[in-house]
Structure formats: C-alpha cells, structure tokens
C-alpha cells in the first residue's frame, strides 16, 4: 500500500453504501477532507448524516465502498480498528460520558489504560485540556453534577486527550439548552482555528457558516451538493437543498 | 374531570412508580414487626391460659430453648452467607456469559441460568443431598461433606442463577452510549466491561442483589427437610421433646420473629439504597 503523505486526503470516503435491515441509509457516499480541514454536513434528519460520521472511526461497518483514514482502509476485515480510533476522536449528541468518574478521570481514562502513557504526564495534559474548555475548578466533579454543555465540553477534552487526527462531532449540540450550545460552539471553532481536522454533523446553520471550509448537504443517503459556506448558502443549486434552506433558515 | 388530586384522567395523577423492575414491590415494614410481635404475644397468652396446673410456663419454656435455638440459627446465617458467596462468585461469570458476544457461550450461560431459575429449590436441595457423595477424596486426604454442606451448595444453585440474571439485566440496563463512547475511544470489549459497564452495574444490582439474600435467608429452613439441624428442625424437636401442643404456635411464631428480626434491617438498607440511586 502506498504511504499516506500529508498532501492527500486525511479521510477520502469512494462511493460509500451502508443499509440497516430493509432500510438504505447511505447510498453511494463520497467525499475527501484535508488535513486542517473543517466539514459540516448538513441535512434533514434521517439523511445518514451520523451514520456516515460512524463509518469513518468503524463504529458502523459499511457494506460496499472504501473509506480511507490517512491511507487507511477501514472497510477491511483484518483492521485494527482500536488503532484507528486512535487516530478518530468522536463526540456525541448525548455526551456519553462515564457516570462513574470525575470529570478529570473521564479526561485521563483512555490515555493512561488504552495508549499506557504515564500517569503523571496524562494528569497534567488532562488538566491543561480542561482549563482549554474553560472548566477549570470542575476536575472532580461527576457528570450529573455539570450541566449539558459543561459535559459537552469534557466529552470533547476527553476525546482531545488521546491526541487525535481529527475530530468527529455529531449533532453535539442537538441536545443542549440554547444558553449552554454557545460555550460548546465556541470551543468547537477554537479547536478548528488551531487547525484541527473536523467533520461536523449540525443543525447550527450560523455556525457551520462561520467555522466550515466545506458544506455537504445530504439528503436521501447521498451527497446532493457541496462548496464553500458563501457561495452554498448565497447560491443552492440543487432544489432539495433550496427547499431545505428555505424550511430552516 | 377536575384538577387539584381528584381526577380520572391518568395523566393528571401524580406519576408513582408501580413496583420496579429490580425487585418485588412487597417490602418488610416495622409494621410487620408489630404485627408479629403482637400475634407472639397473643398467642403466648392463648397457650398460658391452656398449660396445665403445675406445668413450667410457655415463656420459662421458650427462655430455655432459646440458646439451643440461637445455635440453629447460627446455621441458617452461615448457609445463607456461603450459599451467596458461592453463588455470586459462580453467577457473575455465568452472567457476563449471557451477554457474551460468542454464540454458544451466551446459549449455555442462558440455559444453565434458566435451568436453575426456574427449578424449585427444594428439587435442587434434594439432588444435593442425594446426588453428592458424603465424602470427597482431595489429593488423597478424605474431605467430609456434611449435610449442612450439601444443601448449602443446593441453595448456592439459584442464588447464582438470579445473581446471572441480575448481572444480565444490569449490563444490559446501561445505555448503549457508555458502549459506543467506550469503542470511540478505542477501549478494547473486555476493558469496556471491566472500566465502564461493570462499575455502573454494581451499583445498580446492589439493592435487588440484597434483596435476593433476604429471600435466600427465608429459604435457609428448606434445609430442615433434608434433616439439618437448623432452627427449623430444631423447633421442631423441641416440640416433640416438650410434647406440649399448646406451644406449637407461640415456638414457630417465635421463630418467624427471628428472621423478621435478621431481613427487616436488611430490607431498610436496600430500600435507602435504592432512594439514594433515585436521587442521583
């Protein structure tokens, strides 16, 4: 296999098709993100909009196509799928994240028993990456105790924390208060200034327009059109985008 | 249709839960307490008034069988505490078999569990007692196995049998979002269990985990008919040695009174337990 360079796609998804039973959720996907690069993609609910953020870190096996992650062909038997999480961080709509444990126990869980760094050196990242989500002084306090955006913003410490490729956000403010989906946007677009790799999944129009370099919108299981948030949004091209963008905006 | 607690409309009703998938919704009360108290008291007048002139008196009587008693009762705690031990160190494997993502592994962990669920302990008790030898030969020293021992072991085969089904339930009681941020965060299946699942599911199988040794406690006297000389058969000995009819039953009331006395403190904890999950 070739060795992936920093000049091809971070993630390039060829032709994607994924069906749960009867229902065709994807049906040929494609689409390419560069390193650095920040992707929305948009669409009605049902679209395949998550699924396809799922495919990417193999959450979800795909049945036809090829999606490859620096090179990396997730659609094969024999990956080492805990190696390419690795590489792929996700956040949820639901936060996800561990009742159990503290905030910064959430933060250092996976660095220290799934990448066996040091614990030392992982409590010290943990807490430089909690003060970056500006919730300092919420170290130990439990999930229940924070609220919908605070856990929002440790759900995404916590995926920064394994050092990721890129970042995969579904729908992450779907579920909050509309006071709290700012302080989670604006973690979001700082983490995308600093030139993280994002594909995002959202419902926030305003924000995709401001952070993407590339809007996708899906409707049906396929990619009806893309391009550069100005020129998306000023000029649709294709009906089923308009007919959208006239129900939400 | 009025508002203001008199209503029919279901959805006006204050929202209570009707008896939680986790346990019975029959609960020991100190009400039941007293309730036996009082019939133990009742009837040990009844039987006073029916003793014979010259004969000692129904209570002098039951003080003096009383440490003979407490003995017997000694055993009932003691299997009850192996019977758990054994089952849950056997029912938790078996339970994680249940949710296993190996085919034959969770069919023979649902059979074996199933199998034993739903077999009347006292059928389990008497395949014990009559199946397992009385002595075991380990590394060439000869291992008694007591009676006592055997039924133990009886009783340990639905504990571990519900303690398999409280672990399946509780596995399977934890949102499936705890799995998917696990695998997200490239956690291996097994460290997803033992880091994330496992530890939320203990807490959510205490409180019927506890309740199941209450029950496990009340089943103690079944031994007493494969002829343990637990409280039970001992109660009835004295009977027979006393050959008194009138203090049949105040003695079994007494000893009703006894483990209402042992579960009733075990039922609070659980109850507080569950409370402060609710809250939480």
Not at chain 1, 114 to 133: F, S, T
Not at chain 1, 167 to 174: G, K, P, R, Y
Not at chain 1, 180 to 196: D, H, Q, S
Not at chain 2, 176 to 194: M, N, P, V
């Amino acid at each position: 296999m070739p060795q992936w360079t920093p000049d091809q796609p971070l993630i390039r998804i060829l032709d994607v098709h994924k069906a749960f039973g009867a229902i065709t959720v994807l049906r040929g996907v494609s689409l390419d993100v560069m390193k650095g690069e920040v992707i929305c993609v948009i669409g009605p609910s049902g679209s395949g909009k998550s699924t396809l953020l799922r495919c990417i870190n193999a959450l979800v096996t795909i049945e036809r196509g090829s999606i490859l992650v620096e090179g990396q062909e997730v659609n094969d038997p024999k990956l080492d799928k805990l190696k390419l999480r690795r590489k792929v961080g996700m956040v949820f709509q639901q936060y996800n994240l561990f009742p159990h444990r503290t905030a910064l126990q959430n933060v250092m869980m996976a660095p220290i028993h799934v990448l066996k760094r040091d614990r030392r050196e992982v409590e010290e990242q943990a807490r430089k990456l909690i003060r970056k989500v500006r919730l300092e002084g919420k170290e130990e306090s439990y999930p229940g105790e924070l609220s919908g955006g605070q856990q929002q913003r440790i759900a995404i410490a916590r995926s920064l924390a394994m050092n990721p490729d890129v970042m995969l956000f579904d729908e992450v403010t779907a579920a909050l208060d509309p006071e709290t989906v700012k302080e989670v946007l604006f973690t979001i677009r700082e983490l995308a200034e600093e030139g993280m790799t994002c594909v995002i999944v959202t419902h926030e129009m305003g924000f995709a327009r401001e952070v993407a370099d590339q809007i996708y919108f899906t409707d049906g299981g396929v990619l009806v059109e893309h391009g550069p948030p100005k020129e998306f949004f000023a000029n649709p091209r294709d009906p089923r985008t308009r007919q959208f963008l006239d129900q939400i905006l | 249709m009025s508002v203001g607690g008199r209503t029919d409309l279901p959805v006006l009703l204050p929202f209570r839960p009707r008896g939680s998938a986790q346990g019975p919704a029959f609960r020991l009360r100190a009400r039941h307490g007293l309730m036996l108290a009082a019939a133990l008291t009742l009837s040990v007048g009844v039987a006073e008034a029916q003793t014979a002139p010259g004969a000692p008196s129904i209570i002098a009587t039951i003080l003096k069988w009383t440490p003979l008693l407490a003995q017997g009762f000694a055993l009932n705690i003691a299997m009850s505490f192996l019977a758990m031990a054994i089952g849950t160190v056997a029912g938790f494997p078996l339970g994680l078999g249940q949710v296993s993502l190996l085919g034959p592994a969770r069919g023979v962990s649902w059979f074996v569990t199933q199998f034993f669920r739903n077999s009347p302990w006292l059928v389990l008790l008497f395949y014990c007692m009559l199946l397992m030898p009385f002595e075991v030969s380990i590394g060439g020293t000869i291992v008694a196995l007591p009676g006592w021992l055997k039924s133990t072991i009886g009783l340990s085969l639905p504990v571990m049998a519900n303690v398999s089904e409280l672990v399946r339930g509780a596995v399977r009681s934890i949102p499936y979002g705890q799995w998917e941020a696990s695998e997200a965060l490239a956690f291996s299946r097994a460290q997803t269990l033992r880091m994330v699942i496992l530890p939320q599911c203990i807490k959510r199988m205490t409180p019927p985990w506890m309740n199941l040794y209450a029950i496990l406690t009340v089943a103690t006297p079944l031994t007493s008919v494969v002829g343990v000389s637990e409280a039970m058969t001992l109660t009835g000995d004295i009977l027979s040695s006393e050959a008194r009819t009138e203090l049949l039953v105040p003695l079994y009331l007494y000893l009703l009174l006894w483990f209402f006395l042992y579960c009733y403190p075990i039922a609070r904890a659980t109850q507080a337990l569950e409370r402060g999950f609710q809250v939480r």
